[in-house]
């Protein structure tokens, strides 16, 4: 009951472009993340949808109606700042239950919803505190409280859990999932936490700019990234970047550095940025193409390792091995690398080839 379509929105502030004719549709019940950096347009383009930021150019659809220049009320969205903005003066009760006040619900009703949504949040117990006498974690569920109880058929979201601790923010961040599965209600979530949008989304639209650079699933924007910072902004540790040119037999070339990718990737004499994931190396195998390098610095994680080499001259690469590996800093090991895995991007666009 609501797809959101945006149609080459753009949202200028004097000479600044935020949000450049982006175009987007987010599916009835999907889970959207925006990712991206600072000021990438994240924000802008949630309160576009939202009706709180006037769109410049373009037009926005809600299911087939076009709500470009609906006032916030009247869109059936709930938002969910990273401020948590409760009433202060207001019980938990109080906060929850306001947006069916303001729409003249029965009081039985009232006291339903919100005895209902406290217990999907588990803040049943909190009903008669102030904000004031919560934790950060709890304030952010009474604010969700507060969205959910109006069921509405979309859910905006904008960083909902950056001001939480690390352990709080993997609790709400499946609690969120939950909601989701629950609601099955169209939820648009903002946040420049790459772990976020990867375990949140149906599908992540990374932004840079003010344009949307890749719209695809979690997998597909991990395993294709479009171009050299979609690449660089998921995966922890970062891809490895290498620019260099394609040889005469087709290998990836840097100086002395040699990496055999897949017969027929490029051009010979192509220059190229090669990508290689960290975790894209293992022990040497039939088929598996024999990366050499010296060992700098040895990260040991408890659950895998991580490796700073170099290889040729001055490739300097983070491998991520498994625990068992006994790396010695200055040793010099050879690993495999699958041809398949590898990432090349053209060296004066970024983008994939
Ligand atoms: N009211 C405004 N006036 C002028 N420029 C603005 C205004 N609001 C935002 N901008 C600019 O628009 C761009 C996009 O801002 P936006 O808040 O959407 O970024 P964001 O992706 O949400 O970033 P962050 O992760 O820091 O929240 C930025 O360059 C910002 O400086
Ligand atoms: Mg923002």
Redesign the pocket.
Do not use: I, L, R
């Given at each position: 009951m609501a797809t959101i379509t945006c149609e080459r929105i753009t949202?200028r502030?004097?000479g600044?472009v935020?949000?450049d004719a982006l175009d987007l549709t987010i599916r009835h019940g999907e889970f959207m993340v925006l990712l991206?950096?600072?000021?990438?347009?994240?924000?802008?383009?949630l309160n576009m949808i939202a009706g709180l930021e006037e769109i410049s150019e373009g037009r926005l659809l809600f299911d087939d109606k076009d709500v470009t220049w609906q006032p916030p009320h009247k869109r059936e969205v709930a938002m969910v700042f990273q401020s948590y903005a409760l009433y202060p003066n207001k019980t938990v009760r109080e906060n929850i239950a306001f947006p069916l006040q303001l729409r003249r619900t029965p009081r039985e009703e009232i006291t339903r919803a919100v005895t209902e949504v406290a217990e999907q949040l588990e803040i049943g117990h909190l009903l008669d505190r102030r904000p004031s006498q919560l934790s950060g974690g709890q304030r952010q569920r009474v604010a969700l409280g507060r969205a959910i109880v109006r069921k509405p058929s979309v859910f905006l979201m904008?960083?909902p859990l950056s001001n939480l601790d690390a352990t709080l923010r993997l609790s709400m961040r499946s609690l969120i999932k939950h909601l989701h599965h629950r609601l099955r209600a169209t939820f648009v979530y903002?946040t420049?936490d790459q772990a976020e949008a990867m375990t949140l989304a149906d599908r992540i639209a990374v932004?840079k700019g003010?344009l949307v650079q890749q719209l695809d699933t979690p997998e597909g924007i991990y395993a294709r990234p479009a171009n050299t910072f979609v690449a660089a902004f998921l995966g922890s540790p970062q891809i490895n970047l290498v620019q260099g040119e394609i040889a005469p037999d087709g290998s990836f070339a840097r100086g002395a550095f040699r990496l055999a990718l897949p017969p027929g990737a490029a051009q010979p004499g192509r220059a190229v940025t090669l990508g290689l994931r960290p975790e894209d190396v293992g022990t040497l195998a039939p088929g598996l193409a024999r990366l050499e390098a010296r060992v700098d610095l040895v990260s040991p994680l408890g659950s895998e390792t991580h490796l700073e080499v170099v290889a040729g001259d001055d490739v300097k690469l983070t491998l991520r091995v498994p625990k068992e590996w006994r790396a010695q800093e200055g040793q010099v090991i050879a690993v495999g690398v699958d041809p398949a895995r590898l990432h090349l991007f053209d060296a004066t666009t970024d983008a994939r080839l």
């Open positions: 949202k502030y004097g600044v935020a949000v991206g950096p600072s000021g990438c347009g994240k924000t802008t383009t904008d960083e903002v420049h932004m003010g």
